[in-house]
């Protein structure tokens, strides 16, 4: 049987916080089901340590290789888990295979054991688009993706055409799209009646990039407009959630705007179900957990037209996109969504049962067994 180490830059338990760990949690039970031979590490958090995670009842040990800080960070994370990975090189020697999630770890893997196989699971594209500084530091994105001998994407197939297209250098490499992994039976499963009022919801990071500020904007201005007895339920966490709650408070709509903070998976579902409609304004996505949950829920999603959010919302199937960040273009198409959402949810279900994440681990597991048996 062969060893594998799975390594993300994670504790597995709550840093970080958002789809990408959602999306590895998903993933982790269907591998330990298929009885593959795995080994998890991963990360303390500001000198936490914690030697292990559950996930759906289950214990898994969590081997650690580096430390994260969340606050005044003098070295970046991600550089650290570089110089980590080749202190604690010897460690990784006696893995056939080396599944990574991060670009420096992927690096460091790759220059220490040259003839290693070792994966790299790119979370989007979405840094793409990225100026300035970050762009810069984007260089260990396409560093990783040309050493590692295969690439995972989340991205849909057309936008990672595009992009090995644009890339000369990548015309040889194993690149692989694959979707976002979400438990479509559990959220199914659920029974929940719908709020007696019309629900609005959000659930993901609270951060600059996801413009939730916008949201509640948007929010605001439907429910002056068109109706006042309206709410909208927003879960998750993040550097704004202090802005949002003070945003709240100013605006007047304490009443109408509940900030929850993270919830447990189950809760999670229970208020995508009582839903009506989701709303999504981020500037970029890989392939959106948060936007596949509401799908699965049978929501209608309103989000705006941007890479790793267009393959999903398709105008008239599963929602409607507003181009840029325009109040009076979003809040009609929010208007459209709900008059459409008994007509949309049929479809949406549809949709999302493509991701769902007993068949999106097979897939995985298929293309490593394969990529490795004929590397």
Known sequence: ?????????????????????????????????????IDYWGCSVNRKRNNNFTISNTDYTLHI??????KNKIVPNFIKSFFMVIRNHKSFGEYD???????????????????KFVIHHQHGLSYVKSTGLSKLLNIGYKLAQLLTNVSFFVASPEELYEYKSQNYLFRNKKFYAIGSPINVREILQIIQRKSPHLQFVYTGRLAKWKNVDFIIDAFSK??????????????????MHIELEQKIKQDNLSYAVFL???????DVFKYLKSS?????ASNGEGVSVSILEAFAAGLPV?????????NLVKDGQTGYL????????????????????????????????RFDAHSLTNEIMSIINYEYENR
């Open 322 to 353: 507003a181009d840029g960040l325009n109040l009076d273009v979003y809040v009609e198409k929010m208007k459209t969504a709900v008059s459409e959402k008994d007509n949309l949810k049929k479809n949406c279900i549809s949709f999302a049962s």
């Open 276 to 280: 009506d409609v989701f709303l999504f």
């Open 222 to 239: 439907y429910k002056s407009e068109v109706c006042s007895d309206c709410k909208m339920i927003v879960i998750g966490d993040g550097p």
């Open 97 to 115: 295979i080396i599944y990574s999630h991060t670009a420096a770890t992927s690096i460091a893997l790759k220059i220490l054991f040259p003839s």
């Open 302 to 310: 309103v989000a705006c037209d941007v890479i790793g959010v267009r």
């Open 65 to 70: 290789y580096t430390n994260v800080k969340t």
């Open 260 to 266: 929850l903070g993270n919830q447990n998976q189950e």
């Open 1 to 37: 049987m062969k060893k594998i180490a799975f390594i993300y830059l994670s504790n597995y338990n709550d840093w970080p916080m958002g789809g990408m760990l959602s999306y590895v949690k998903n993933l982790i039970p269907y591998f330990k089901n298929a009885n593959w031979n």
